[in-house]
């Protein structure tokens, strides 16, 4: 089997890459020129991967790469996927993450109609929800730029699922975190200044709303269901969640506890981190995939903590032992 990753270096689908790897695909990577400098997640499977140098924005590579590669297996990892970003980048994030699915189905169309197309979706598409858990037939109230450019893919990936017969799967997912985790996101924020705090390379932390609960999982257990939705006998729109929610707070606090670390004098509030548009509380009901395929989550709230704290800690001690050495 032959898939192309697009996004390949990032938390989603770096993990990806690793996983269908060790299913014995062939795997090929897309790569923008903003992320060749970027490749720290790939770097222990590189030499067993193919890149191809291509970006979303521009529909000449992508119909090179999808035609050179003929893959059976396209997953599109690629977008602008930070929600706080969108709304200082709407035009940005509404084309790279909405737009431009529709010009790689459009593209996939004309080249092999037959590939199979994984796109993901977010559980902030779902916004000011007026029912929990979610579900797949849950009503859509969008609070952002990012989950509105997320709905348009999910729409485009319908579309073309209903009106061409096309295999384009979404999965709709939850929060979904790791030690690859960039620290603009919150819980590797927090994990990582636990880890500095702890080995004494920072005094505080800066956060936002503390009050948000979310519905948090580990994102290399949502990338293997990413391969066994595509492994369904049809298309279909899937939820991936763990279904439990936790706050901010309480993420922070089991950092802390963790850590070995007291909260007090440590954490302060910046109304500056604050976004509009805050979203009702995104519990996922992922019945619909365990039943069609048996994802069961094991990676959860404490324990997702601990894996990437313990990755934060490793990384501060090299730093501490760095700076001692110069």
Request: glycine content about 6%; overall charge negative.
């Amino acid at each position: 089997m032959k898939a192309l990753i697009l996004g390949v270096t990032g938390q989603d689908g770096s993990y990806l890459a690793e996983i269908l790897l060790d299913k014995g695909y062939e795997v090929h990577g897309m790569v923008r020129r903003s992320a060749t400098g970027n490749t720290r997640n790939i770097e222990h499977i590189k030499d067993r991967l193919i890149l191809h140098r291509g970006d979303l924005a521009d529909t000449t590579s992508l119909y090179r790469i999808i035609r050179d590669v003929a893959p059976q297996e396209l997953y599109n990892e690629a977008d602008q996927d930070h929600v706080r970003w969108s709304f200082d980048t709407p035009e940005y994030s509404y084309d790279i993450t909405g737009s431009a699915v529709g010009r790689l189905l459009e593209i996939v169309r004309q080249i092999d109609p037959t590939i199979r197309i994984f796109q993901p979706c977010t559980s902030n598409m779902f916004g000011k929800a007026t029912e929990s858990p979610q579900t797949e037939d849950t009503p859509f109230r969008p609070q952002s730029p990012y989950a509105c450019a997320k709905l348009l893919a999910y729409v485009l990936a319908r579309h073309y699922r209903d009106a061409y017969g096309m295999f384009v799967s979404t999965a709709i997912l939850y929060n979904h975190e790791s030690p690859r985790r960039t620290d603009e996101y919150v819980t590797r924020k927090i994990t990582r200044a636990a880890a500095r705090i702890k080995t004494g390379l920072q005094d505080r932390l800066l956060l936002g709303d503390l009050s948000a609960a979310v519905d948090w999982g580990f994102a290399k257990e949502y990338m293997e269901a990413a391969w066994s939705i595509l492994q369904q006998d049809r298309a279909d729109d899937y939820i991936i969640a763990t279904g439990e929610a936790h706050t901010v707070r309480a993420w922070l606090d089991t950092a802390f506890e963790l850590a070995g670390l007291d909260l007090d004098g440590r954490v302060s509030i910046d109304a500056g981190l604050l976004r509009p548009g805050n979203t009702a509380q995104l519990v996922g009901d992922a019945s619909k995939a365990r039943n069609a395929f048996g994802f069961d989550p094991q990676v959860k709230f404490r324990r997702l903590i601990e894996v990437m704290l313990e990755a934060d800690l490793s990384e501060a001690s090299d730093e501490k032992k760095g700076r001692a050495h110069r």
